[in-house]
């Protein structure tokens, strides 16, 4: 992960006018999400001989996304494991593993495919430690990317955040940053529940800054909290996964106007950090919540729904909104996929209703 | 006289006018020490003591029935060697289930037992078979039809018994039920038709990844057989060699479907096709033994998986609210409980072979309904777990202690009560 001259000088002025919040960072390194993935993955590998990949092109392809990248090269046949195009098959055979011993991680091309195999992440592994009254545990992570991405079309750009934050037993996490990813996925894979982790391929070759903490072998991130990325006072934006990156370009904007954002990166989908978002509204008053996702039971209606059922209902001085990409499958033609995923410019206008600053 | 005797120990079992393929034969071998027990039997009369004891360790030798094969070169052994204490536990454990389901099926009538309930009998010459040839090692994965398997892997009748009735004292507390039973080594008791295949592929693969050198037993019915994912586990254990036993019990009808109705191909020893396989009648426990220690021996020296198919019948229906009797004849049901009654083809041989006495058998059929009957009053009287334990294990590593009840106001707690027996 080293450096040129001048990708360290637009770092270190990076540093300088960026806001931050709770982690620190001291100026020098940038991170990919795949990079972090990349590093997650191999230096739980190193840590624990249990921990293998499979999944289709994980192995000589070096990943569809190259998230594994050198993995195969560096482990061999027995650890990372190229499967056939069977998700069903090598879901269920992941589970198993997990079930005899092994800790697999089990990559999906992409989540869309997943829904071939769901009966075994639901049925197979989170529901098994509840029914066999804690006999059997399944200590298996599901990985992949996860909702739209570009010009894919309908069948691919499907956002399963809500389906598997929906059942108890799985642990979800939708990581953002760079920090996220590694932190999450590491903490997934060491995590003895079945954990589902939501990537984003866009956000594979986002580079972020990240401190030496990042980069040690034992950084992890709990399951289970969110992140404040900005602090603010007027209105809260929560969000996971790419949504967060529009929600802090939207705040950056609505600050040159006197509006100060505070935003959440859920980082976790189940167990939400409700606590956080609680805490959140009741000092801003005001809740927009934005993902990409569909919105009918989606990530935002469950948010909207605890914080009605929470003390920070009486804390509101608006409705809470939800910004989500359309209620459409995905049309493939540019202007239409563009117009069915939140922009900054419609979070920025949500944020105005919601403050009544436009009408 | 004496001829009579040295008859009564050499003369064939009178299995021969039941058996379902005719020319089949079963004889009983004599071993060497089989004369000294003529001896005694002559001398018998001018002894005091009229009881006759059997020689423990006795073994006698059986023929085993005719399999089939596919893409294979070497058969499972033709004979099988039993000993008078294998045969008095096989018996017993035959029995245990044949009265356990019984009473399974008597307390669903009752409404002690709620939702499903799939009965074993008629196929408890394949748990208890492949159990004998099993190694400590050894793990067995199936689908709904589990409560004899989860007895054969370990769980007493009482655990089983409680567990259908959803009581404490079940092996799962209550809180699986009849298609999710557990113990060690044993992965339930699973409810989706065919996905324990794929799952039991897997722990064949942990098998292998951790060099344990065991199997692992998948088991699925003639209906599951035909499901996808059972062909995607196929594939993936031989490209990887997995130690991985898949073995169809074929029934005969998946639900109410009979296999002519449901499979274009009902040779599912075969359909693995670049899967060897071999078709075993699942009637004969000493044939399905033979056959696993075979298939123990072939994925052991790493030759990769086998598919298995059992010829069975369950007496039952497909779970208690299916008489059985709207897709085939009673007829037909008897004739199998006549002639081809895993139990008594059992007790016919070892009775022939006197590796025991049919007193000991009957000794052994009180005992069993003894169990059973304290298994079913304790299914009855004991208490379902507390309200609170709905909020235990629902995570093995809990990050929320607050699990939401069905309205805001009234949360349970998330406990963690277990000990994990599967390894880690």
């Given amino acids: 992960m080293t450096l040129t001259a001048t990708r360290a000088a637009k770092h270190i002025s990076g540093v300088l006018t960026r806001s931050f919040s709770t982690t620190r960072v001291a100026a020098g390194t940038q991170l990919t999400v795949r990079d972090a993935l990349n590093s997650a993955l191999d230096e739980e590998m190193d840590r624990d001989e249990s921990v293998f990949l499979l999944g289709e092109e994980v192995a000589q392809y070096d990943g569809a996304y190259k998230v594994s990248r050198g993995l195969w090269k560096k482990y061999g046949d027995k650890r990372v494991i190229d499967t056939p195009i069977t998700e069903s098959g090598f879901a269920g055979i992941a589970v198993g593993a997990a079930m005899g011993g092994l800790r697999p991680v089990c990559e999906f091309m992409t989540f869309n495919f997943s829904m071939q195999a769901i009966d075994h992440v639901i049925n197979s592994a989170s529901k098994t430690f509840y029914m066999s009254a804690g006999l059997i545990h399944v200590p298996i992570v599901f990985r992949g990317p996860n909702g739209a991405a570009v010009g894919v079309g309908a069948q691919h750009s499907q956002c399963f955040g809500a389906w598997y934050s929906h059942c108890p037993g799985l642990k979800v996490v939708s990581p953002y940053s760079s920090e996220d990813a590694k932190g999450l996925l590491k903490a997934a894979i060491r995590d003895s529940d079945p954990v589902v982790v939501l990537e984003n391929e866009l956000l594979y070759g986002t580079a972020f800054d990240v401190s030496d903490e990042v980069l040690s072998k034992d950084f992890v991130i709990p399951i289970g909290k969110a992140k404040i990325e900005r602090a603010g006072h007027h209105i809260t934006l929560v969000a996971h996964s790419r949504a967060v990156l529009l929600a802090l370009e939207a705040a950056k904007a609505l600050a040159g106007e006197g509006v100060e954002c505070e935003v959440i990166n859920l980082r976790s989908l189940r167990p939400l950090d409700e ?21 009918q039971c989606g990530i935002g209606a469950e948010i909207c729904a605890r914080i009605v059922e929470s003390p920070a209902f009486h804390y509101l001085e608006s409705p809470v909104i939800r910004v989500t990409g359309v209620d459409v499958p995905m049309p493939y033609a540019k202007s239409l996929e563009t117009a069915c995923i939140p922009q900054q410019h419609d ?6 209703k919601v403050l009544k600053i436009m009408k | ?30 071993m060497w020490s089989d004369f000294w027990e003529l001896s005694m039997r002559l001398l018998s009369p001018f002894m005091t003591s009229s009881v006759r004891n059997i020689t423990a360790g006795k073994t006698a030798t059986f023929e085993t029935r005719p399999y089939k094969l596919h893409k294979l ?10 000993t008078r204490e294998e045969a008095l536990l096989y018996y017993k454990q035959m029995q245990v289930i044949r009265r356990l389901e019984s009473a399974s099926g008597n307390l ?28 400590p090692q050894d793990a067995v994965i199936t689908a709904y039809r589990d409560h004899g398997w989860a007895y054969v892997m370990g769980c007493s009748v009482t ?10 004292q079940g092996m799962v507390r209550g809180k699986g039920g009849s298609m999710h039973m557990y113990t060690k080594n044993f992965y339930g008791g699973n409810g989706i038709v065919g996905a324990q295949v794929p799952v039991g592929a897997g722990v064949a693969l942990a098998n292998k990844y951790l060099g344990n050198g065991g199997i692992c037993v998948a088991l699925y019915g003639d209906g599951a057989a035909n499901q996808g994912q059972v062909f995607e ?25 009979s296999v002519a109705r449901a499979s274009a191909s009902t040779n599912y020893y075969t359909r693995g096709d670049y899967v060897p396989g071999i078709w075993i009648d699942g009637m004969d426990l000493l044939s399905v033994k033979e056959a696993l220690k075979y298939c123990i021996d072939y994925c052991g020296s790493g030759k990769g998986p086998l598919v298995l198919e059992v010829a069975t019948y369950r007496y039952s229906g497909h779970s208690m609210s299916d008489p059985g009797t709207s897709y085939r004849t009673r007829d037909e049901i008897q004739e199998v409980r006549q002639t081809r009654d895993p139990i008594m083809l059992l007790k016919e041989n070892i009775l022939a072979a006197e590796l025991v006495t049919p007193d000991e058998l009957k000794k052994i059929d009180s005992e069993v309904r003894k169990e059973v009957d304290e298994g079913v009053k304790i299914a009855k009287s004991d208490k379902e777990i507390a309200i609170q334990e709905l909020a235990a294990d629902v995570y093995s590593e809990p990050l929320e202690t607050v699990i939401r009840g069905t309205t805001p106001f009234d949360p349970y707690t998330h406990m963690r009560l277990s000990k994990i027996i599967n390894p880690h």
């Fill in chain 1, 275 to 295: 606590r956080t978002i609680v805490d959140s509204v009741m000092k801003t008053r005001n809740l927009i919540t934005v993902e990409q996702g569909w919105p």
């Fill in chain 1, 347 to 352: 979070i920025v206008k949500a944020v105005k």
């Fill in chain 2, 1 to 30: 006289m004496l001829s009579k005797l040295v008859k009564s120990v050499l003369k064939p079992s009178q299995a021969n006018m039941y058996s379902a393929w005719p020319g089949a034969r079963r004889t009983a071998t004599l």
């Fill in chain 2, 73 to 82: 070169d070497e058969a499972p052994s033709a004979t099988s060697s039993c």
């Fill in chain 2, 108 to 135: 669903y009538k009752e409404k002690a037992i709620r939702g499903f309930c799939h009965l074993y009998s008629g196929q408890e010459a394949i748990c208890v078979g492949i159990k004998a040839a099993l190694r």
């Fill in chain 2, 159 to 168: 655990s089983i018994l409680a567990e259908l009735t959803g009581r404490a």
């Fill in chain 2, 233 to 257: 586990a196929y594939n993936i254990a031989k490209l990887m060699d997995l130690p991985s036993v898949f073995i169809c019990e074929n029934n005969g009808y998946g639900m109410g479907t």
